[in-house]
């Protein structure tokens, strides 16, 4: 039987922490609205739109509980994203050396994303982020593993992770409230789509303001395991 590791373990969010997707996901969701026939919100009141599964905002945004419909969004949404709205996307200054930093300092690496693995897998690749970590999560077509603590929990098991020793690296409430409900410690960031109130509010143990402060930030909360 494989031995769990002893290694220290950081899972990054994608959206909003990694890179800043924006364009690409408020656009994407602009086209499902208005081929459903609905009038579809500016894109600044799209924001809080970023971080969420898509099977959690389309119910929202179409004021709706009918599965079909939501599932229909779903899929004209992925029919954009797929071919323009994935690369409509920049990378957030300052990650790279960040991640170069922490790989250097022995660091076991994880995306944990919401999205698409296949639509995740080639952001990171595109920006040149993939020789950072060991392996990339992210959901079903079925939408398994949207949610962030289902998909945690998956990771956990399937890289026989400590969770004594994992962060959780976000922007958005539902990236803590993941780490809490695995038990292990997350840090909020703020260059993205959730500001301190929010990451507090939801249990974050530390937060940082820039990228730049990760390496120090990922060093004090690995003393505290």
Same mark, same amino acid.
């Given at each position: 039987m494989?031995?769990?590791? @002893?290694?220290?373990?950081?899972?990054? +969010?994608?959206?909003?922490? *990694?890179? +800043?997707p924006f364009v690409g996901i408020t656009r994407s969701i602009q086209h499902a609205m208005t081929t459903l026939g609905r009038a579809a919100p500016a894109a600044?009141?799209?924001?809080?739109?970023?971080?969420p599964p898509l099977q959690v905002s389309f119910p929202k945004l179409l004021e709706t509980d009918d599965h079909a419909l939501v599932e229909a969004a779903v899929r004209l949404y992925r029919e954009r994203y797929s071919d323009v709205g994935k690369f409509e996307n920049s990378l957030i200054e300052g990650i790279p050396e #960040?991640?170069?930093?922490?790989?250097?300092?022995?660091?076991?690496?994880?995306? #944990?994303?919401?999205?698409?693995? @296949?639509y995740a897998s080639e952001i990171v690749e595109h920006f040149g982020l993939k020789q950072y970590f060991k392996a990339l999560y992210g959901s079903g077509l079925d939408g398994t593993h949207a949610g962030? #603590?289902?998909?945690?929990?998956? %990771?956990?098991?399937?890289?026989?992770?400590?969770?004594?020793?994992?962060?959780?690296?976000?922007d958005r409430s539902h990236d803590i409230v993941g780490a809490?409900?695995?038990?292990?410690?997350?840090?909020?960031? *703020?260059?993205g789509y959730g500001?301190?109130?929010?990451?507090?509010?939801?249990?974050? +143990?530390?937060?940082?303001?820039?990228?730049?402060?990760?390496?120090?930030?990922?060093?004090? %909360? @690995?003393?505290?395991?």
């Open positions: 494989d031995k769990p590791s @002893t290694r220290a373990a950081l899972l990054f +969010d994608l959206d909003g922490t *990694l890179t +800043d600044d009141d799209l924001r809080w739109c970023i971080g #960040a991640l170069a930093s922490l790989a250097g300092e022995g660091y076991l690496m994880f995306v #944990a994303t919401s999205k698409l693995s @296949t962030k #603590a289902e998909l945690i929990a998956h %990771i956990l098991e399937s890289e026989l992770l400590d969770p004594s020793l994992c962060t959780m690296i976000g809490n409900a695995n038990n292990m410690r997350s840090i909020g960031v *703020l260059w500001d301190r109130q929010e990451l507090e509010n939801a249990g974050t +143990d530390l937060i940082a303001e820039r990228p730049q402060e990760l390496p120090q930030l990922v060093e004090r %909360i @690995t003393q505290l395991a």
